[in-house]
């Protein structure tokens, strides 16, 4: 029993500091604190609904782009892309594309519930080299300029994981 709790305290320490490597490297200081809202998408009416018109879709459009965007292949433009407001974050995406320990780092979704026709709850399990870090983890899907993005929110949310402060999260 000890030791099974041993492994799962290694197993959180080790996505600690996988999450700290992935979203803390030294661009983090680069990070603008733009307070603007500019390109944000505008929070539902009350007579929106509550879902796309096509979940399915949609819902094939979140897994998709969620595990691209944690994908170590995924080409840091392409990343910008896959994150809300993108642009903004691009010096910390930069920075942990090339990063050997950011290579070995997955996410898998394993559910999405929308809450809007423009938003999204994503369960995710963070890998490293195929093992879960971080199982069931909850994170936020917006969609934006006609895509499905990793919300900033959800970025921001392992960036204090890691017990950094970013300008911006």
Same mark, same amino acid.
């Given at each position: 029993?000890?030791?099974?709790?041993?492994?799962?305290?290694?197993?959180?320490?080790?996505?600690?500091?996988?999450?700290?490597?992935?979203?803390?490297?030294?661009?983090?200081?680069?990070?603008?604190?733009?307070?603007?809202?500019?390109?944000?998408?505008?929070?539902?009416?009350?007579?929106?609904? %509550?879902?796309?018109?096509? @979940?399915? &879709? +949609?819902? =094939?459009?979140?897994?998709?782009?969620?595990? *691209? $965007?944690?994908? /170590?292949?995924?080409?840091?433009?392409?990343?910008?892309?896959?994150?809300?407001?993108?642009?903004?974050?691009?010096?910390?995406?930069? %920075?942990?594309?090339?990063? @050997?320990? &950011? +290579?070995? =780092?997955?996410?898998?979704?394993?559910?999405? *519930? $929308?809450?809007? /026709?423009?938003?999204?709850?994503?369960?995710?399990?963070?890998?490293?080299?195929?093992?879960?870090?971080?199982?069931?983890?909850?994170?936020?899907?917006?969609?934006?300029?006609?895509?499905?993005?990793?919300?900033?929110?959800?970025?921001?949310?392992?960036?204090?994981?890691?017990?950094?402060?970013?300008?911006?999260?």
């Amino acid at each position: 029993m000890v030791s099974q709790m041993a492994m799962v305290l290694r197993r959180r320490a080790a996505a600690l500091a996988a999450t700290a490597v992935l979203l803390c490297g030294p661009a983090l200081a680069a990070c603008s604190d733009d307070a603007s809202s500019g390109g944000r998408t505008a929070t539902p009416s009350p007579s929106a609904p %509550a879902r796309p018109a096509d @979940p399915a &879709a +949609a819902r =094939t459009e979140i897994t998709r782009n969620w595990e *691209a $965007f944690f994908a /170590a292949d995924t080409p840091p433009a392409e990343r910008v892309k896959l994150l809300e407001n993108g642009e903004q974050m691009e010096d910390v995406l930069a %920075a942990f594309a090339g990063n @050997p320990q &950011a +290579a070995a =780092t997955t996410a898998k979704v394993t559910g999405v *519930a $929308f809450t809007s /026709a423009t938003g999204a709850d994503v369960t995710y399990d963070l890998l490293a080299g195929g093992n879960p870090l971080l199982p069931d983890s909850r994170g936020t899907s917006v969609l934006q300029d006609d895509t499905w993005k990793v919300s900033v929110k959800t970025l921001c949310g392992l960036v204090k994981l890691s017990g950094v402060t970013v300008p911006g999260c």
